[in-house]
């Protein structure tokens, strides 16, 4: 009896500590939660401010006029459609190659296998920004600078080791059964990855998609070294105009176009996580 | 059980075949140009043949006060962004979700992940404002009545590296948060009981559980941010004088402002070999896995 009730009373005890310990843990995350939340706080108000600074402030009165004097061909459309070409292109191409680079890697036997993805697997942890010098001499060249179609095909080559990686990783969760069967109801390879694997896997799919055009959007390194026109720019470099050419920054007008700007990514990101988990980008890369 | 149609070695490897192409020609390319460039004066303009020169170009760049400059930088804004912000700040933020309730579990990690989302240019917009005098750390200093600068003049490799935290710490906060889920809740039960404290559970317990998620995470974080080069420049521009000049920006300024593209080519070499290093030790780490 007595030993029940100090148990109970050590339970209770537990309780309260965890309680209390939930309200530290809630403290310090809303703490740091808010130090990262300024600089957001910042361009989503400066956008509506008919005055704004670089201080984060509540706008004395609400205005769409700097998203007016942004949402000209010239500022924002035509960077926009040059980063929906850029991006899309490139992760067409990265998709495509790496769902047919991920098949015979998953589902044939092979003794190149493994070196084969242990050189993809160095390949992702390069540092991409070493390379664009010589890239860019080369680009020169071959005639390859200041055009779209160059810049998506190396775009397509950096995002490619890890798309490869990942998308092994996804098929290689697609039972090898169901296309067995394919195969003896006379489907050739091709046939059942297009018809059998890459349905079973549409999840992963996404997953390499999104990643790839998120990672490509917000590129600045890339088009701002392969580029040299300015109606050919993107928007991750055609940002930097409001800066020196424009002569005095309007922060506002900044502000507004860094959320246009912003906005696909993040909704992108937020229709892939909903269905797949926060850490949906890991895959299998950071296993461990 | 014998397939139909089964096709021989090479036409199975057949669908490698443009990925493969692709990677050769535009990433293995480089870089075996760059090993190339880097050995010859190769200049933008006015040179119609360059010649090899040798090891010159990196007996220049070890005696260039520069180049000291931008890999000590570096080393700066590694260590402090990433091994120490993100990966320490990440792994508190995860730990610290596992206890917090709900909703602030989800406010904290949208905040964070956002930050993480945003294109790269945009970030270095944001801090750039959140750093420059008159913007709003400066208010917040100000209002908590503490010394009040100009950080990006007075201190610009801290704040840059400040921005790399904010920018990068979400990654490390997922791979962490997964980490932390797959240790069973059973064992930490068990020491609490046994009486072990907060420090003592995370020093014995937690961390040597997750310690191979620690190796993977530090390896790519700090890949990550050796090849950091759209938020300094948009922050700084390697500036004020060279003050956040690191390896990348120092390589694009002698590439480009200076058209010494055999100079930068070589020290671009070199931080490909400094990744290609932390590269085989991440495979290492990984290496049961393949």
Redesign the interface.
């Known amino acids: 009896m007595a030993r029940a009730l100090t148990r109970t009373r050590s339970t209770r005890t537990r309780t309260r500590a965890r309680a209390a310990r939930r309200r530290t843990a809630d403290a310090c995350l809303l703490l740091v939660a808010a130090a990262f939340a300024l600089p957001l706080a910042w361009v989503v108000l400066a956008s509506v401010d008919p005055s704004a600074g670089l201080r984060v402030r509540v706008p004395h009165a609400l205005t769409l006029g700097n998203f007016r004097a942004i949402l000209t061909p010239d500022i924002t459309y035509t960077p926009l459609l040059n980063s929906l070409i850029l991006c899309g292109g490139a992760t067409a191409l990265t998709v495509g190659c790496a769902a047919l680079a991920a098949y015979p890697l998953s589902r044939f036997r092979s003794r190149l296998n493994r070196p084969f993805l242990l050189t993809i697997l160095f390949a992702t942890s390069l540092p991409i920004t070493a390379i664009m010098v010589p890239v860019y001499a080369l680009f020169v060249r071959v005639n390859l600078i200041d055009t779209l179609q160059g810049t998506i095909l190396f775009f397509a080559a950096t995002q490619l080791p890890f798309a490869i990686w990942l998308m092994k990783n996804f098929m290689d969760g697609v039972p090898k059964e169901l296309e067995e069967a394919a195969w003896t109801d006379g489907a050739s390879p091709v046939q059942s990855l297009l018809r059998v694997v890459l349905p079973l896997m549409g999840p992963g799919l996404a997953v390499v998609t999104v990643f790839s055009f998120v990672m490509m959007w917000g590129n600045f390194f890339v088009p701002f070294m392969l580029l040299l026109t300015p109606d050919k720019m993107p928007a991750s470099v055609s940002v930097n105009d409001f800066f020196g050419n424009r002569g005095m920054v309007a922060y506002g007008q900044l502000a507004a176009f860094s959320v246009v700007y912003s906005t696909p990514v993040i909704l992108l990101y937020v229709l892939v996580s909903r269905r797949l988990g926060s850490g949906f980008a890991l895959g299998g890369a950071v296993k461990g | 059980?014998r397939?139909?149609?089964a096709?021989p070695?090479l036409l199975?490897?057949?669908?490698?075949a443009?990925?493969?192409v692709?990677?050769l020609?535009?990433?293995a390319?480089?870089?075996a140009?760059?090993v190339l460039?880097a050995f010859t004066d190769?200049q933008l303009t006015g040179q119609a043949h360059s010649s090899f020169v040798g090891f010159a170009n990196f007996r220049r760049a070890f005696a260039d006060p520069a180049f000291l400059n931008a890999v000590w930088l570096t080393l700066v804004f590694t260590v402090l962004s990433s091994i120490v912000g993100q990966n320490t700040?990440g792994l508190a933020?995860a730990a610290?979700?596992k206890?917090?309730?709900r909703p602030?579990?989800a406010?904290?990690?949208a905040?964070?992940?956002?930050?993480w989302?945003?294109?790269?240019?945009?970030a270095g917009?944001?801090?750039y404002?959140?750093f420059?005098r008159?913007?709003?750390l400066?208010?917040?200093l100000g209002w908590l009545r503490l010394p009040r600068q100009n950080w990006l003049y007075t201190l610009p490799i801290l704040a840059v590296s400040f921005a790399n935290v904010?920018r990068g710490t979400a990654f490390s906060m997922?791979?962490y948060?997964?980490?932390l889920d797959e240790i069973p809740a059973e064992i930490s039960e068990a020491a609490e009981v046994d009486g072990a404290g907060g420090l003592r559970r995370l020093w014995h317990i937690t961390l040597p559980m997750?310690r191979?998620?620690i190796?993977?995470?530090l390896?790519?974080n700090t890949?990550q941010t050796?090849?950091?080069?759209?938020l300094i420049?948009?922050m700084t521009r390697g500036g004020p004088g060279d003050r956040s000049q690191t390896l990348?920006l120092l390589?694009?300024e002698q590439?480009f402002q200076n058209s010494m593209?055999g100079y930068?080519?070589a020290v671009?070499?070199l931080?490909?070999l400094v990744?290609?290093l932390?590269?085989?030790v991440?495979?290492r780490?990984?290496r049961t896995?393949?």
């Open positions: 059980m397939r139909r149609g096709a070695g199975r490897a057949l669908p490698l443009p990925a493969v692709l990677l020609l535009f990433l390319g480089p870089i140009y760059c460039i190769l700040l933020l610290l979700m206890r917090a309730s602030v579990r406010v904290a990690g905040v964070v992940v956002t930050a989302v945003l294109p790269e240019v945009v917009f944001l801090l404002a959140f420059r008159e913007g709003t400066d208010a917040v904010w997922l791979v948060s997964a980490a997750i191979r998620s190796g993977t995470n390896m790519l890949l050796l090849s950091v080069f759209g420049w948009v990348p390589m694009y590439a593209i930068g080519t671009a070499l931080l490909l990744g290609a932390f590269s085989a991440y495979l780490l990984l896995e393949v």
